[in-house]
């Protein structure tokens, strides 16, 4: 089943911050995030396993709440380049600890930042 | 490290002709992941293959789809009878799974256009 990304559409400017929400009803074995720019590939951000870790990547981090299975995207002191569409990839856990390792991604999270 | 490549980037065919994606992922990467993506829409997941095995296919996926690694490098896609529905970007990943983390690298994608 496909994780609920939230909001679908985000307009930012420059220097201000956003949150973007992705969560599932399965059990997750681990949180991907990515952000794919018009006619490009998806480029990896980072990925979280269950843990409730917290990641960080320049001024983007990321929290995963394995109770919840919710995690969420923290873009702080947004720059023009961090425009595109941003994607979480869930990946469910099986019994014993491992994945199945197929991403499920949800519909996108829009980001435009203007100048 | 060139990153994962696919072949052709874009391709143009009429309905009920067969067509063959090629991508070639990043050395030394053991597993292989094919998605499709259409506009507005996360990827989707079709089959992941570990060295030379397919592991696993999308119960989505027509019988008209194949897909193989013979020598658990690169891999083809195949669709048979191309339907005008089967238009979409096909997205090739692959990884190497390390420290319980799956992550996977996107090729830049086969566009599809099927008249």
């Known amino acids: 089943q496909q994780p609920v990304q939230s909001p679908q559409a985000v307009i930012l400017r420059e220097g201000e911050d956003a949150v973007i929400n992705c969560s599932s009803s399965?059990?997750?074995?681990?949180v991907h995030w990515y952000r794919q720019k018009h006619g490009e590939a998806p480029v990896f951000l980072m990925i979280?396993?269950?843990?409730?870790e917290q990641k960080g990547h320049e001024k983007i981090s990321a929290s995963f709440n394995e109770k919840k299975q919710q995690s969420s995207l923290y873009l702080t002191a947004s720059q023009l380049s961090y425009s595109g569409t941003y994607f979480c990839g869930t990946e469910i856990g099986k019994a014993g600890g491992t994945s199945y390792g197929k991403l499920t991604f949800g519909q996108g999270t829009i980001l435009t930042v203007h100048p | 490290d060139t990153g994962v490549s696919q072949n052709p980037r874009h391709k143009i065919t009429k309905r009920g002709q067969n067509v063959t994606f090629r991508c070639d992922p990043i050395s030394e990467h053991n597993r292989l992941y094919w998605y499709r993506q259409t506009l507005g829409q996360g990827p989707e997941f079709l089959t992941y293959?570990?060295?030379?095995?397919?592991?696993?296919k999308s119960r989505l996926l027509s019988d008209r789809f194949s897909a193989e690694r013979p020598k658990g490098s690169f891999s083809t896609l195949e669709i048979q009878r191309t339907e005008q529905g089967d238009s979409a970007m096909y997205l090739c990943a692959s990884s190497k799974l390390a420290l319980a983390k799956n992550i996977q690298y996107f090729g830049a994608g086969t566009r599809l256009s099927v008249l």
């Open positions: 399965k059990a997750l074995y681990s």
């Open positions: 979280l396993l269950k843990g409730g």
């Open positions: 293959f570990q060295n030379e095995a397919q592991l696993e």
